[in-house]
Antibody, heavy 114, light 113 residues
Framework: QVQLRESGPGLVKPSETLSLICTVS??????????WSWVRQTPNKRLEWIGF???????KYNPSLKSRVTISVDTSKNHFSLKVISVTAADTAMYYC??????WGQGTLVTVSS | DVVLTQSPLSLPVTLGQPASISCRSS???????????LNWFHQRPGQPPRRLIY???KRDSGVPDRFSGSGSGTDFTLKISRVEAEDVGIYYC??????????FGQGTRLEIK
């Protein structure tokens, strides 16, 4: 059974870059049946879809975040990653990685604060 | 973006009683392929969301049959036939017909009376 685990800094300063990794076990990021997504949940519990990457490295992003977000996949390490540049307090959230919206990591809390 | 509006936002329910959550879309969620990509998720406190229902009415593996989804076009409903204690948490609808972006409803918090 596939498992996903998010990792990265829990605290990021405003204007800096948020970087997270989702490590996949029990499955391969090269499997063409799946897309690998990032979703975040704000403190008021709203869910926001950030984007996803396919096995072939093609990506789709939320237009509201597109100018600041990059999602990429590293097949050698069997993980995919999220980068958000120029963060503000509005980027404070629990960040989840998912496979096809069915399998989810436990999430990692990122706070943007100086 | 497609806006999904859930109601009610808070749902107190007695154990063993039914519950119903509505999700209305700002536009029809019928895709050009004829399918409707409306999903339902449940999130328990401290846990990630779990998908319960996909494409309006198809239950995911392991989901109890007391959960059912229905609807078409712009109006959708999640029903729980008999609420159990483990059903507390927040329920979200999500559309995958028009993306990017996929969008979620604002959530409905179910609690036991």
């Amino acid at each position: 059974q596939v498992q996903l685990r998010e990792s990265g800094p829990g605290l990021v300063k405003p204007s800096e870059t948020l970087s997270l990794i989702c490590t996949v076990s029990g499955g391969s990021v090269t499997n063409a049946s799946y897309y690998w997504s990032w979703v975040r949940q704000t403190p008021n519990k709203r869910l926001e879809w950030i984007g996803f990457v396919y096995y072939n490295r093609s990506t789709k992003y939320n237009p509201s975040l597109k100018s600041r977000v990059t999602i990429s996949v590293d097949t050698s390490k069997n993980h995919f990653s999220l980068k958000v540049i120029s963060v503000t307090a509005a980027d404070t959230a629990m960040y989840y990685c998912t496979r096809n919206d069915v399998s989810w990591g436990q999430g990692t809390l990122v706070t943007v604060s100086s | 973006d497609v806006v999904l509006t859930q109601s009610p936002l808070s749902l107190p329910v007695t154990l063993g009683q039914p519950a119903s959550i509505s999700c209305r879309s700002s536009q029809s969620l019928v895709h050009s392929d004829g399918k409707t990509y409306l999903n339902w998720f449940h999130q328990r406190p401290g846990q990630p969301p779990r998908r319960l229902i996909y494409r309006v009415s198809k239950r995911d593996s392991g989901v109890p049959d007391r959960f059912s989804g229905s609807g078409s076009g712009t109006d959708f409903t999640l029903k729980i036939s008999r609420v159990e204690a483990e059903d507390v948490g927040i329920y979200y609808c999500m559309q995958g017909t028009y993306w990017p972006p996929m969008t979620f409803g604002q959530g409905t918090r179910l609690e036991i009376k």
